[in-house]
């Protein structure tokens, strides 16, 4: 089915990138350590950041929820929304449409 979206994809990574580095521990979905994310320089943080929202994005296309770090990623199809929920109750709205 996919992520649909009609508001610019780069935008949307944008945004989402820099949310999902907002959610502890989100560099476990790369498989990496905190050690290993902070011994990146800060263009490969922001490189596998981008790949990461996309990963995410993809995802969604195909499941309800994707966990990330301590929190989770929601595609609302409804509302043409990825909702990003952390074990904090904060939530981030990345709109898509």
Not at 17 to 29: P, T
Not at 50 to 70: F, H, M, N, Q
Request: aromatic letters at 10%.
């Amino acid at each position: 089915m996919g992520v649909q979206f009609t508001r610019d994809y780069r935008l949307i990574v944008d945004e989402l990138s820099e949310a999902i580095q907002r959610m502890d521990g989100f560099y476990g979905f790369l498989e990496m350590s905190a050690e290993q994310w902070n011994l990146l320089s800060d263009d490969e943080q922001k490189q596998c950041a981008r790949a990461l929202a996309d990963d995410v994005i993809y995802a969604l296309g195909g499941l309800p929820t994707v966990e990330i770090g301590d929190g989770v990623a929601t595609y609302d199809r409804r509302r043409h929304v990825i909702k990003l929920k952390t074990g904090e109750n904060r939530v981030h709205v990345v709109y898509l449409m």
